[in-house]
């Protein structure tokens, strides 16, 4: 307004810029207030009367129809910046529940679970969402750190279903499965029983690949079963390579296609070695050229770098190489082995999400959401 004036008092009488002073209220209902816009449409009323008066503009009918066009557009942008304060608030307060429910279907990490050390670089390809097709888990049991990392087939919120039940069947079993064949076994059963609780749901028909770990506390190595998922890396001091998987198993929901049984890998996994689970959404970014994003030669370029840095790293690599910059989910679990007997007051800090006390094994997550139990359908 201040410019359209001097403007409109500067330039000759012929050039008139007084008519701008119209779009005022129209841009105060962008982001104003109410009182606000109104404030400005009056403003802007006054100046372009006392424009007028300046140039001894007859009332009628040039200054009474440009003063008629200025109200009317005032009282637009009133009714714009009511309709849009009223969205606002409906939208801060679904945030607000999206947020939280988005947090219990996947927690974040704590930061070390007794003789290991987690880091996690997760990213939904959905934008301004947390939550994808992609899913994880950690949980202390009795004598270990069970892990979950796995991606549902497909994207959007067919996907997320899919996780979240997986993500509750892991939770609800975790404690009691004695190894991981069983605990695999209860991600299929728990798919099924939810597909046969909701029939409407697409989530019987999708399937996921998932790693599951187990890292004892007595023994230096990891264990590790593969249904279907990509294998991890595995670092060595300055050496990188994948864990191979002599017979992995089929995808979650696809295991009743063959008969077969799990198998589970036992590898090294001393104090100072690093695990890297990740998820196709990583090792199937392409360049410009279309090749594949080289994570295991870049795993060596960063061997020696601090295992906080390592998603971001991971993430700004990523972002850079892709073509389209991250248009997959993408999740990664750095596991760290800590050196030293798991003891000490802070080598349970399990607080946080994703955890359970040592002492607790026959409890549970207090929230979970996932497939019904024999009564009813989940809680």
């Not at 810029?17 to 109104?38: I, Y």
Request: negative net charge.
């Amino acid at each position: 307004m201040v410019v359209t004036v001097a403007t409109d008092l500067l330039t000759p009488e012929r050039e008139r810029f007084d008519r701008l002073l119209v779009v005022a209220p129209a841009l105060a209902a962008v982001t104003w207030s109410v009182r606000g816009t109104v404030v400005i449409g009056m403003i802007a009323m006054v100046l372009r009367g006392l424009l007028g008066v300046s140039r001894n503009e007859p009332f009628a009918p040039d200054l009474l129809a440009n003063e008629v066009v200025l109200a009317t557009v005032t009282a637009a942008a009133v009714w714009v910046s009511r309709v849009r304060l009223r969205y606002e608030r409906d939208l801060r307060e679904v945030t607000a529940v999206a947020e939280v429910v988005q947090r219990v279907v996947l927690r974040p990490l704590p930061p070390r679970l007794g003789p290991v050390r987690l880091h996690l670089l997760y990213v939904a390809a959905a934008a301004k969402a947390r939550i994808g097709g992609d899913f994880y888990e950690a949980v202390r049991v009795p004598g270990a750190v069970r892990l979950m990392l796995g991606d549902v087939q497909g994207k959007g919120l067919g996907a997320v279903e899919t996780a979240s039940v997986l993500l509750g069947s892991f939770r609800a079993t975790v404690n009691d499965a004695p190894d991981l064949p069983t605990l695999a076994d209860r991600l299929e059963e728990g798919l099924s029983r939810f597909g046969a609780w909701d029939p409407a749901s697409d989530a019987a028909e999708r399937f996921a690949t998932v790693v599951l770990a187990e890292i004892p506390d007595d023994a230096d190595v990891i264990r590790l079963l593969s249904c279907g998922h990509p294998a991890p890396l595995l670092q060595h001091g300055g050496r990188v390579h994948p864990v191979e998987f002599t017979d992995p198993s089929l995808p979650v929901n696809l295991a009743g296609l063959v008969d077969a049984r799990h198998r589970v890998e036992e590898v090294p996994f001393a104090p100072g070695d690093r695990l890297l689970l990740f998820t196709d959404g990583v090792s199937e970014t392409r360049d410009p050229d279309g090749a594949f994003y080289p994570l295991e030669e870049r795993m060596r370029r960063w061997a020696t770098e601090p295992g906080e840095r390592l998603p971001a790293l991971l993430h700004g690599d990523l972002s850079a190489y892709g073509a389209d910059g991250l248009d997959d989910d993408v999740a990664a679990m750095l596991v760290e082995r800590l050196p030293g007997p798991d003891s000490g007051p802070d080598s349970d800090s399990d607080s946080g999400s994703g955890s359970d006390s040592g002492s607790d094994s026959g409890s549970g997550p207090a929230l979970a959401l996932g497939p019904p139990g024999p009564s009813g359908p989940p809680v």
